[in-house]
């Protein structure tokens, strides 16, 4: 095949992967992430496990050891199928807590520490650079096969030229796709779907060049299970337990915590549930994919000259056979393994290297100068990706330069899944073990990693030499169990002699504690468990409701009564209602107490607590709420009382106006009967006559006053506002009272420059008030001589305060308090005439005028207070009524 | 013995009584407030007590009451007729012998006292 058709080839492969990376971020950007979100792309995207180093490297490392490749899938196998709930449960918690990347879980467990984030960001770079350089290097191994078998003459740029090349494009993609946006969730839609449809053309390469391998170099799966049984007695292929053991260990591990899967597999997860397909989907896409590594090596070892590299036989067995649109479609499942693990390993270390390197650094020489900007920061951040992006795959091209030798790199893999794995005994016991704490994690990942550069790392690049182990042991299987045992003992050591901060006991509480909602793990009993869960249920909905439910969860699994199975579905429903009731803690504490047999865990009970605290402000509210209740019902009783008081004045005031009325009726009658009698005198008759004029003159003026009150009573007077003065309104009223018992003549003490004073109010209603209370005045003062005092003072606001006050024996308090009721004079023995409405009247005037009349006690006579305001103020419906 | 005491604070309204009651031919005494009442029905022993309900300082009904438990037995038997003015409500006044609601014709007056004087 054509150089340059490899590379057109190439670059349309990778125009098209910029295509979908796009294509997928706008989509995303619009909110259709129905099929982003799809657990099949997922899933392929967890394939970014299988590296440049599994593609190439497994039929490699199958020719070298048989089946010891196999770890390497078998632990990922292992871990997805076993430790499934663990997987579930780690993703919950690390999205509860928007957790970024592997450090930053470790750091947000353990006190949100950010030294132990970047020292697991530390381990994370050194353990993943020389394996990122470990894929340009397949990248531009891959190129060469190509150049130097097809083309040789083509002055090819040097294998370290097409590294830089690919690293360069690589870089530019990661940063197109991986620093697009800040999103809250980390997620990548572009690059994930980009790294899915990699997963495919990965897996299709592979299965398309087993399937050429065993029918078309082979005879068919039969010879081919020949010719690798005949590999069996080949001394690299003896099995050693003490290797398998560490491997699967490792893989497994790694398949969590390496940077690239911890990206994949937690952060780019939408939610929990995409689990439940990955949890066999992926492992049967490792099965695929390492179906025919055997045979491949196999062959590759028959047909291949000795000396030729084994760990590139997929590309040099098709292209060896002529296969030329094999070995390009190879060449593109290798090249899809390399990419699709430098991007997302680069973007997860890039994460972690602004994160918790770059940002605290920046922060803490910021704070130095300047305030906040949050465009500032988000600018900050996105640029230290970028050159974070720029400077892993910069230090990684150069690591490749440095070391060159493929031999070095070829470790790569084993030695970077080691180094991350001394995480993992942080990791779990974080999620597992509330006791765990910072010092632990600490202790543990730092002894462990210092292990793991001595014996495996530095070791791997020429550097010192291998641990001397005892003979007959692996020193790689030795090295890891060594790291491992050290780091967990420290981790388990450290933390049970140390006490978690507020923090980080705070934290342990909620990654311990993330309680499945739906709880598969209950198993069905019988229906001896069912009674109680009924009676309980009765006291949370009351009997009818309970055994309705019960009765139709019965009937739906054909049964009839009223007493279900146990059921998941059944106690998941139950709960589910009963959480609507009391709360999702309680209810989940109540049916694992009386169902599930489980006992209440710390946590349930602090869960519990928390509901209780909201019932009791709930309660708190309620009560609140009933106070208020209580008092709107007192003020609704004492407006009640006040309309009944009211009623029953209505009912006396009636009962009085009747009595006013039928009084001067009864003379009126009385006395016309006996004027129709005969013999009466002239006298007689006169005297009678006038009886009836004036009881009727009575009633009149009853009639008049009992209207003007209603008028006033009900705001509807109407005021004629003028100007007056307060000294002809005192002489026409002294005049007009003067008529009442003329023959008592009154001596009246007045200031008269005092009496000039201006006002604006109804003359015609004040002068009515005036004389109401002289005439008062004259009919009641009863000593002698009689004087009146008339004393007018200016107020402070304006309006004019003016006293009457007469030198009789005045009004006794009891009833002082009374004078100004309606009807007040019917039990008074002196019964002056009126109907006893004077001075209510009064009282309702100067309310309209907006003043007061009141009784000054204390000054030996009847003393009244008139107090008026410059000027009345303006009733709201007044102009309306005018015009 | 006085034929008929009458405790009224209307002025007017005791004058027509008086003059009505008098034509007739019967001896009436006139009284205007609540406080001395209860000694002049005492003192006069009248055989007919006509009393108005709302008086100054002392009720017509208070009156009635006190007179209606005197010890002496032929004082607390006096028949009484009360007069109000405060319509056809307060007309059941159980120890009274006779209500007469104002206004009032003449004739009902006087049948009315005749009957109970006879």
Not at chain 1, 592 to 598: E, P
């Amino acid at each position: 095949m054509p150089f340059e058709a490899l590379v057109a080839g190439c670059l349309a492969y990778v125009a098209l992967m910029f295509g979908v990376a796009f294509a997928a971020d706008r989509a995303a950007a619009q909110g259709r992430v129905r099929w982003l979100d799809h657990p099949a792309v997922y899933t392929l995207s967890l394939s970014v496990y299988c590296s440049a180093w599994t593609f190439y490297g497994a039929v490699g490392y199958a020719s070298r050891s048989g089946l010891e490749f196999a770890t390497i899938y078998l632990g990922p196998t292992v871990v997805f199928t076993g430790a499934w709930w663990g997987l579930r449960r780690l993703v919950r918690v690390a999205r509860m807590h928007h957790v970024t990347s592997i450090a930053d879980l470790i750091s947000a467990r353990f006190g949100k520490s950010n030294r132990l984030a970047a020292f697991v960001t530390l381990i994370a770079v050194i353990a993943a650079t020389p394996y990122v350089a470990l894929q340009l290097q397949s990248v531009s191994l891959s190129f060469d096969v190509f150049a130097t078998d097809s083309l040789t003459d083509i002055p090819l740029a040097g294998g370290g030229g097409t590294a830089l090349w690919v690293a360069g494009g690589l870089a530019l993609f990661t940063i197109l796709f991986g620093t697009r946006n800040l999103a809250a969730d980390e997620r990548h839609h572009g690059v994930v779907t980009a790294i899915a449809l990699e997963a495919i053309v990965k897996l299709m390469a592979f299965l398309a060049l087993g399937v050429f391998v065993v029918w078309g170099l082979a005879h068919g799966p039969a010879d081919m299970l020949a010719r690798i049984a005949e590999r069996a007695g080949d001394p690299g292929w003896v099995l050693k337990p003490d290797r398998w053991t560490a491997l699967l260990f490792v893989s497994g591990a790694a398949v969590v915590v390496l940077p690239r899967m911890f990206q994949v597999l937690v952060v780019e997860a939408a939610d929990e549930d995409r689990l439940s397909v990955a949890g066999w989907a992926f492992p049967a896409y490792l099965f695929a994919m390492s179906l025919f590594v055997l045979p491949i090596a196999v062959m590759g070892q028959e047909l291949l000259p000795p000396d030729a590299n084994p760990d590139l036989y997929v590309l040099t067995l098709p292209a060896q056979s002529g296969q030329n649109w094999l070995a390009f479609l190879v060449f593109l499942g290798g090249f899809s393994a390399a990419t699709s693990m430098v991007v997302v390993c680069t973007i997860a270390l890039a994460t972690m290297i602004s994160n918790h390197w770059l940002m605290p650094l920046w922060l803490m020489l910021r704070r130095k100068s300047q305030g906040d900007d949050p465009e500032d920061l988000r600018g900050f951040v996105l640029n230290a990706r970028r050159l974070a992006i720029l400077a892993v795959m910069a230090v990684s091209w150069l690591y490749y330069q440095a070391t060159g030798g493929t031999t070095a790199l070829a470790a790569m893999g084993l030695v970077a899944f080691t180094g991350m794995a001394q995480v993992l005994p942080a990791m779990i016991g974080g999620l597992l073990w509330r006791g765990a704490n910072r010092r632990g994690a600490f202790g543990g990942v730092g002894l462990g990693f210092a292990l793991w550069l001595a014996t495996i790392f530095l070791p791997s690049v020429g550097i010192g030499s291998p641990l001397p182990v005892p003979p007959g042991v692996d020193p790689l299987a030795f090295a890891i169990f060594l790291s491992l045992a050290v780091n967990t003992l420290a981790f388990i050591g450290l933390s049970i002699f140390g006490m978690p901060d507020p923090v980080e006991r705070l934290q342990g509480l909620s990654f311990v504690s993330a309680v499945d909602p739906i709880r598969h793990s209950r198993v069905a009993r019988g229906s001896d468990q069912v009674e109680p869960l009924l009676v309980m249920a009765r006291r949370v909905w009351g009997s009818e409701d309970a055994l309705h439910f019960f009765q139709s969860e019965a009937a739906f699994q054909g049964k009839s009564g009223y007493l279900p199975d146990l059921t998941p579905r059944f106690l998941t429903r139950l709960e589910r209602r009963l959480a609507g009731s009391i709360g999702a803690a309680t209810a989940h504490a109540m049916i694992d107490s009386v169902a599930g047999g489980s006992e209440l865990t710390v946590s349930d009970l602090m869960q519990v607590a928390t509901e209780a605290q909201r019932a009791k402000e709930e309660a708190q509210r309620l009560e609140n709420a009933t106070t208020e209740l209580a008092r709107t019902a007192r003020q609704l009783q004492e407006a009640n009382d006040k309309l009944t008081a009211l009623s029953v004045q209505k009912d006396a005031f009636l009962g009085q106006i009747s009595h006013e009325l039928r009084t001067p009726m009864t003379s009126v009658r009385a006395f016309s009967e006996i004027l129709r009698t005969p013999d009466l005198s002239d006298a007689d008759r006169d005297r009678f006559a006038k009886i009836i004029y004036d009881e009727a003159g009575r009633l009149t003026r009853l009639l008049d006053d009992l209207l003007d009150l209603s008028v006033l009573e009900s705001g509807q007077a109407q005021l004629s506002i003028t100007p007056a003065n307060l000294h002809d309104l005192i002489e026409r009223a002294l005049s007009a009272a003067s008529a009442t018992r003329p023959e008592r003549v009154f001596r009246v003490e007045r200031e008269p420059l005092a009496e000039y004073v201006g006002i604006i109010t109804d003359a015609d209603r004040l002068l009515q008030v005036l004389i109401n209370v002289i005439t008062n005045a004259r009919k009641y003062c009863d000593a002698e001589p009689p004087v009146l005092s008339i004393r007018v003072r200016r107020t402070l606001r304006g309006g004019a305060q003016i006293d009457i006050i007469d030198n009789g024996s005045g009004i006794e308090t009891a009833r002082q308090s009374l004078i100004f009721e309606k009807f007040s004079r019917l039990n008074d023995p002196a019964r002056a005439g009126g109907a006893g409405l004077g001075l209510a009247i009064c009282k309702e005037i100067m309310a309209n005028l907006g003043g007061e009349i009141t009784y000054l006690p204390g000054h030996g006579g009847a003393a009244f207070r008139i107090l008026l305001p410059r000027r009345p103020p303006v009733p709201v419906n007044a102009g309306l009524r005018r015009a | 013995m006085l034929d008929i005491l009458m405790i009224e604070d209307e002025p007017n309204i005791a004058e027509a009584v008086r003059f009505i009651l008098t034509r007739e031919g019967w001896q009436v005494e006139l009284h205007s407030d609540g406080l001395g009442g209860i000694e002049a029905i005492r003192g006069a022993k009248p055989r007919l007590v006509i009393l108005d309900v709302m008086l100054p300082h002392r009720s017509g009904t208070e009156i009635l009451a006190e007179l209606r438990g005197d010890h002496d037995a032929s004082l607390a038997a006096t028949p009484v007729l009360m007069l109000t003015a405060r319509g056809q409500a307060s007309l059941h006044l159980p120890q009274a012998d006779a209500v007469l609601a104002k206004p009032f014709a003449n004739d009902d007056l006087r049948a009315m006292v005749r009957r109970m004087l006879n």
